[in-house]
């Protein structure tokens, strides 16, 4: 089956760095999203790889492995507003999004 | 307006009760979604319209029917709904279905809370 793994919850000091990890195992590969949600709000857009190597997008950046199945969300500096989940999801071969649980992100001051 | 707008944000409704949710978007898309989310599960996609047809039923029950009177709204009727339906519906839209023209974005509502008691 399919499969997208990410950690339940994860928790930060505000103004550090936080990785959240994402690995995936689905039949065939065309792309790799991440989403940002607050809570009670509409989860949000924040990257899409489809090549390997890393994205940067101001204080987020995205990682993609392809031959690992494997990407990460790279927050910095973070900032008490960062606290929220995180959402992977994966394009599989027959274009359906494979949707992880989500990463829930505590930031502590 | 502008984005993905549900309503209503709250809903409580017994099991015999009927209800329907709504949702509206002006950003000129072509394809609209339902998706499920429950506490610590993975999105769960609904149905799926694109071009205001019917692409995709993921196997939902009967108990929820939809329908897509125009391409900015679509509706999700609700009938003898059971407790374990007590989740948050999300609505999203993209310019068109995923998958027919490379990464398509999707943009979400603010969904709408559902408690079947």
């Known amino acids: 089956g399919q499969n997208i793994d990410q950690p339940t919850e994860m928790t930060a000091t505000e103004g550090a760095i936080v990785q959240i990890n994402c690995t995936y195992q689905?039949?065939?590969?065309?792309?790799l999203f991440w989403y940002q949600q607050h809570a009670g709000e509409a989860p949000t857009f924040l990257s899409y790889?489809?090549l390997d190597g890393l994205e940067e997008k101001g204080r987020f950046s995205s990682f993609l492995s392809r031959s690992k199945g494997y990407s990460y969300l790279l927050l910095k500096e973070l900032q008490m507003k960062d606290s929220a989940s995180y959402l992977c999801a994966v394009m599989d071969s027959n274009y359906q999004l494979i949707w992880g649980a989500g990463t829930k992100l505590i930031i502590k001051p | 307006e502008t984005g993905v707008t549900q309503t209503p944000r709250h809903l409580v409704m017994g099991m015999t009760n009927k209800k329907s949710l709504k949702c509206e978007q002006h950003?000129?898309?072509?394809?609209m979604y339902w998706y499920k989310q429950s506490a610590k599960k993975p999105l769960e996609l609904m149905f799926v319209?694109?071009?205001?047809?019917?692409?995709e039923n993921n196997s939902v029950p009967s108990r929820f029917s939809p329908e897509c009177p125009n391409s900015s709204h679509l509706f999700l009727h609700l009938h003898t709904l059971q407790p374990e339906d007590s989740a948050l519906y999300l609505c999203?839209?993209?310019?068109?279905?995923?998958?027919?023209?490379?990464?398509?974005?999707?943009?979400f509502g603010a969904g709408s809370r559902l408690t079947v008691l």
């Open positions: 999203a839209s993209s310019q068109d279905q995923v998958g027919v023209s490379g990464a398509n974005v999707l943009t």
């Open positions: 319209y694109s071009l205001e047809e019917r692409v």
């Open positions: 790889n489809v």
């Open positions: 689905t039949s065939g590969f065309n792309g």
């Open positions: 950003l000129g898309h072509n394809a």
